[in-house]
């Protein structure tokens, strides 16, 4: 039991020390734009540009039909609870046909497209850097983005503090953040398989299918959409309810009328990525 103590004890302290680190590297810029998606990751770091920057931050949200409706309000109600300098902004990635083609560098695409947006934007308003949230754990998947930022300059402080994802959320439980316990997000077109077209038809259709689910109660999911089929996968925990048959009355009630033949629940359940699992196939073959 006391190891256990000392144990969790010796990881708030690492945390909190990273989080000094983090302050104090932010507090030496003039200015800073931060990628606000309010996600734990970008909602820590727009909290951290604001306590060491005050109105020399900015938070900025992209929106586009890959942005679901649920995640702006989430955004916007994040913005107003904690104070931040914030404003919304428009991207058009789906005007580019590399993106739409959907191949496994589409979120390098994405993010080339936010951060020209930023670029342009700190070059009017005079910012001095731009920022966005990927973790010390986050480098562990298949991170096109990532490849956008460093040719962009853009400034990962969570990364150069060494924070992973476990610290994010401690930390910002510490700070009375209220995204500390928010299940993780993306965009909707990472529920496209690759090589499959994103459209903002079917990820309107995905949005749809995804408020189905939040409004059956569960809380960490995804819709992944397979043309003619849905693959619904649902947390662990969630699972068992999930499988009810009564459950999977319900769900194909709900998910014929979007245009899907086929309604299935994935028996693994969510796992973040999944469908970057052909890739790391690939990778070994």
């Known amino acids: 039991m006391k190891q256990a103590i000392s144990t969790t004890e010796n990881f708030e302290r690492q945390a909190l020390a990273k989080q000094e680190r983090l302050l104090a590297n932010l507090a030496r810029l003039d200015s800073l734009l931060v990628a606000f998606s309010g996600g734990a990751d970008s909602a820590y770091l727009a909290w951290a540009a ?5 109105p020399r931050a900015l938070a900025l949200t992209a929106v586009s039909p890959s942005f679901s409706a649920h995640d702006r309000e989430q955004a916007a109600k994040v913005v107003r609870q904690l104070g931040l300098r914030h404003e919304f ?7 580019n046909p590399l993106y739409v083609a959907n191949q496994p560098d589409r979120c390098y695409h994405c993010k080339d497209e936010l951060f020209d947006r930023m670029e342009a934007l700190a070059r009017e308003r005079g910012f001095a850097a731009l920022a966005y949230g990927i973790n010390a754990d986050d480098t562990r998947d298949f991170r096109p983005g990532h490849r956008a930022a460093a040719q962009h300059r853009v400034l990962a402080p969570l990364l150069d503090a060494g924070l992973g994802k476990a610290e994010v959320r401690l930390l910002s439980r510490r700070a009375s953040l209220p995204t500390w316990d928010r299940p993780a997000s993306a965009c909707l077109s990472s529920r496209v398989p690759y090589g499959n077209p994103v ?14 689910l939040r409004r059956f109660g569960f809380r ?6 397979h043309g003619r089929l849905a693959r619904i996968e649902i947390a662990p925990d969630e699972l068992e309810r999930a499988l009810a048959p009564e459950m999977a009355r319900r769900f194909v009630e709900a998910f014929k009328p979007l245009g899907y033949d086929y309604v299935t629940l994935d028996l693994e359940g969510y796992r973040q990525g ?12």
């Open 199 to 212: 459209t903002p038809e079917t990820l309107a259709r995905i949005e749809r299918g995804e408020e189905v």
């Open 50 to 54: 604001h306590t060491a920057l005050g």
């Open 89 to 95: 902004i428009e991207t058009r990635e789906f005007e």
């Open 220 to 225: 960490q999911f995804r819709v992944r959409d």
């Open 274 to 285: 999944s469908l970057n699992a052909s890739l790391r196939k690939r990778a070994t073959h």
